[in-house]
C-alpha cells in the first residue's frame, strides 16, 4: 500500500494550489482521510480531515481558504488550498486510515508534497 502526494510548488501570496493523494495497492476500505503539514521548525500540525462518508474538519488557521475532498471511487484525496498566505509554506503530507486485503491495518502516510508561499 502506497500514498503518492502530488501538485505542491511555488505560489505568490493569494494564489491557489490543489494537492492530491492517490492510495495505491491491495486495500480493502480507506477510513478516515486527511492532510498535515510541517512547516520549518515546528511540529506536524492538522490542516484537514476528512470520514468516509464526507465529514470534514479543519485547522481554524485554514478555514475558509481549504476545502478537502476524496473520491472514494478512486481511492484519492484533493486539498483545495486559495487565499495562500506566505505561513502556509510547509511540507503537506497526506494520511489515511485503510485496511488492506493483507498486511497491517491502520494509519499510513503519503511522502510529502513541498508548498511554497512567497510573499
Known amino acids: 500500500v502506497q500514498l503518492q502526494a502530488s501538485g505542491g510548488g ?3 501570496a493569494g494564489g491557489s494550489l490543489r494537492l492530491s493523494c492517490a492510495a495505491s ?8 482521510m486527511g492532510w498535515y503539514r510541517q512547516a520549518p521548525g515546528k511540529q506536524r500540525e492538522l490542516v484537514a480531515r476528512t470520514t ?3 465529514s470534514t ?3 481554524d488557521s485554514v ?3 481549504f476545502t478537502i475532498s476524496r473520491d472514494n471511487a478512486k481511492n484519492t ?3 483545495q488550498m486559495d487565499s495562500l498566505k506566505p505561513e502556509d509554506t510547509a511540507v503537506y503530507y497526506c494520511n489515511a486510515v485503510l485496511l488492506p486485503r493483507f498486511g ?8 510529502g508534497t513541498l508548498v511554497t508561499v512567497s510573499s
Not at 497491517?104 to 511522502?111: E, I, L, R, S, V
Open 104 to 111: 497491517t491495518p491502520g494509519a499510513y502516510w503519503g511522502q
Open 25 to 32: 495497492g491491495s486495500i480493502f476500505s480507506i477510513n478516515d
Open 10 to 12: 511555488l505560489v505568490q
Open 63 to 65: 478555514k475558509g481558504r
Open 52 to 54: 468516509r462518508g464526507g
Open 57 to 59: 474538519n479543519y485547522a
Open 77 to 79: 484525496m484533493y486539498l
